[in-house]
């Protein structure tokens, strides 16, 4: 068994204090060397936090300024699509409001009896009734089967005699008239 000897410190004492206080100052010196160490490190994670952030930050602003790009752009498609709304109902309107011609002339045509003949018939949508027109016919009776063929199409409505003259000379005889209406036909 080794025994331990004892350490026998054989300087002075004032030689002694001074190398504890080069061991302290050490000491002390190493201390604030790591806390200087540990100062930097947490400043240089501050910074590198706070750089991750400034680009976060530019990356969100850019962000919102592309997405509001794109809500201004939807806010014009938007508008367009009003517009466009707006003139569809326009149009529908106006098709509704369409007249079939051809098809009020085929009634108008197959409502003349052949011993009447028509003079002159004209148009004034602004108004009522919008149609007039002046003929002959051979016989009253032709002249009342006339207006009754004419109410029962449903083209025609409020078909009213403003005047019938019965007509002779030249070796001819009828009846002349005329009447108003007003137009159904829409498509």
Same mark, same amino acid.
């Given at each position: 068994?080794?025994?331990?000897?004892? #350490? !026998?410190?054989?300087?002075? $004492? *004032?030689?002694?204090?001074? /190398?504890?206080?080069?061991?302290?100052?050490?000491? +002390?010196f190493?201390?604030?060397?790591?806390?200087?160490f540990?100062?930097?490190l947490?400043?240089a994670?501050?910074?590198a936090?706070?750089?991750?952030?400034?680009?976060?930050?530019?990356?969100?602003?850019? #962000? !919102?300024?592309?997405?509001? $790009? *794109?809500?201004e752009q939807l /806010?014009a498609?938007?508008?367009?699509?009003?517009? +466009?709304?707006?003139n569809?109902?326009?149009?529908?309107?106006?098709t509704?409001?369409?007249?079939?011609?051809?098809?009020?002339?085929?009634?108008f045509?197959?409502?003349?009896?052949?011993?009447v003949?028509?003079?002159?018939?004209?148009?004034?949508?602004?108004?009522?009734?919008n149609f007039?027109?002046?003929?002959?016919a051979?016989?009253f009776?032709?002249?009342?089967?006339?207006?009754?063929?004419?109410?029962?199409?449903?083209n025609?409505?409020d078909?009213?005699?403003t005047?019938?003259?019965?007509?002779?000379?030249?070796?001819?005889?009828?009846y002349s008239?005329n009447l108003?209406?007003?137009?159904e036909?829409k498509?």
């Amino acid at each position: 068994m080794i025994e331990k000897t004892p #350490q !026998i410190n054989l300087l002075p $004492k *004032e030689l002694k204090e001074e /190398k504890r206080q080069r061991q302290f100052i050490a000491q +002390l010196f190493s201390f604030c060397l790591s806390l200087l160490f540990i100062f930097i490190l947490w400043i240089a994670g501050l910074e590198a936090a706070n750089q991750i952030l400034a680009i976060n930050l530019k990356t969100s602003e850019s #962000q !919102i300024q592309q997405e509001g $790009k *794109e809500v201004e752009q939807l /806010k014009a498609l938007e508008e367009k699509a009003k517009l +466009l709304n707006a003139n569809l109902k326009v149009v529908d309107d106006l098709t509704k409001q369409q007249i079939a011609w051809s098809q009020i002339i085929k009634d108008f045509s197959a409502s003349v009896p052949a011993s009447v003949q028509i003079n002159s018939i004209s148009l004034n949508s602004k108004k009522s009734p919008n149609f007039s027109l002046s003929g002959k016919a051979a016989s009253f009776r032709d002249v009342l089967e006339f207006k009754e063929k004419l109410e029962a199409s449903p083209n025609f409505k409020d078909i009213i005699f403003t005047s019938s003259n019965k007509v002779e000379g030249q070796g001819q005889s009828g009846y002349s008239f005329n009447l108003t209406f007003n137009l159904e036909g829409k498509k």
